[in-house]
């Protein structure tokens, strides 16, 4: 069967730092097509990523609307003269790379942009975990760590958007000696929390290592203390967790505890009565950032 349906189609792009996902989408959200191309220098991951869109519409017809999910910093103000663009970055050859204008000129539609995290966090609360929550948190523990706030239905943003993964935490007594992972800050959360932090510390890697493990006892102890941040800073109703670190079997009921511990009972009577509905696994592992751009589209088509 090839007919060409006359719906409405939606693109999207998670741009990661090591791959970027390009899907197209039915107005419902199902997606029909689906390419991982890895992110190698700009121009040729670029113009894979319009092959695939000039193939997808041989296929199976126009898409009205693009929505991109960027790894950062990016600009996000419309105004700015760098709207749409990649600013620096230590990927290299990266940074000044325009998303925006390659894509609105490539495909002539529409484009939405917007941080991977962010895009995430809305791929949750269109079709995940936080349908209908209006005030949350979706952060990511993977190789970095993100954080997009939804607050009002909305995504916090000012000027420039969050940087999250760089609040400076105090060190767990196991890890004051651990190298920090991030160039800028010897103390953030990203530093010595991430993904990347972890491989640091265990090059043979960490998925096998007991909990009851040193690094994980601090791991743990950061991933609590984040919440714990968050639940004060933000009032949020939910908090959820998604990110490769978090794939980790046995992980999510020791941050758990590890919260109360923190918080000490000072926080609301609903998150101290079921913390295992308040911080929360995300729904979407995988696929959250995409769904999310989808979303950003939808917003513009
Ligand atoms: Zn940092």
């Not at 409405?8 to 097509?33: D, Q, S, W």
């Not at 495909?107 to 966090?121: H, I, Q, S």
């Not at 190789?143 to 958007?161: D, E, F, K, M």
């Not at 491989?199 to 690094?215: C, K, T």
Request: glycine share 12%; with cysteine.
């Amino acid at each position: 069967m090839n007919s060409i349906s006359t719906a409405k189609l939606l693109g999207a792009i998670e741009a990661g730092g090591t791959k970027f996902i390009c899907v197209i989408a039915n107005e419902a959200g199902e997606i029909l097509m689906r390419r991982t191309i890895p992110t190698e220098q700009p121009q040729k991951t670029l113009s894979a990523c319009d092959d695939f869109f000039v193939e997808a519409k041989l296929r199976c017809g126009s898409i009205s609307a693009l929505g991109i999910g960027s790894f950062g910093p990016i600009e996000l103000n419309p105004n700015a003269n760098d709207y749409g663009y990649i600013k620096q970055t230590p990927k290299p050859g990266w940074s000044g790379t325009n998303l925006v204008g390659f894509f609105s000129q490539k495909l002539g539609v529409p484009v939405a942009f917007d941080t991977d995290v962010n895009a995430a966090a809305l791929g949750e609360h269109t079709h995940g975990v936080t349908q209908g929550c209006d005030n949350f948190v979706y952060v990511t523990v993977g190789t970095g760590i993100g954080a997009g706030v939804i607050s009002g239905g909305l995504l916090v943003q000012g000027l420039g958007h969050l940087e999250f993964g760089h609040i400076l935490i105090p060190r767990h007594a196991h890890d004051v000696n651990a190298v920090s992972n991030c160039p800028f800050h010897e103390n953030c959360l990203e530093g010595l929390a991430s993904g990347a932090s972890l491989n640091l510390r265990a090059p043979s890697g960490v998925s096998e290592l007991s909990l009851d493990h040193p690094i994980w006892i601090a791991e743990i102890y950061y991933l609590a203390l984040m919440c714990a941040n968050l639940t004060q800073i933000y009032a949020p109703e939910k908090i959820v967790l998604g990110g490769g670190v978090m794939l980790k079997q046995g992980l999510l009921p020791k941050i758990h505890a590890e919260f109360l511990r923190l918080v000490n009972g000072y926080a609301h009577e609903r998150i101290l009565e079921k913390v295992e509905s308040y911080i929360v696994p995300s729904a979407l592992d995988g696929v959250a950032g995409v769904v999310g751009a989808l979303a950003l589209a939808r917003s513009v088509s």
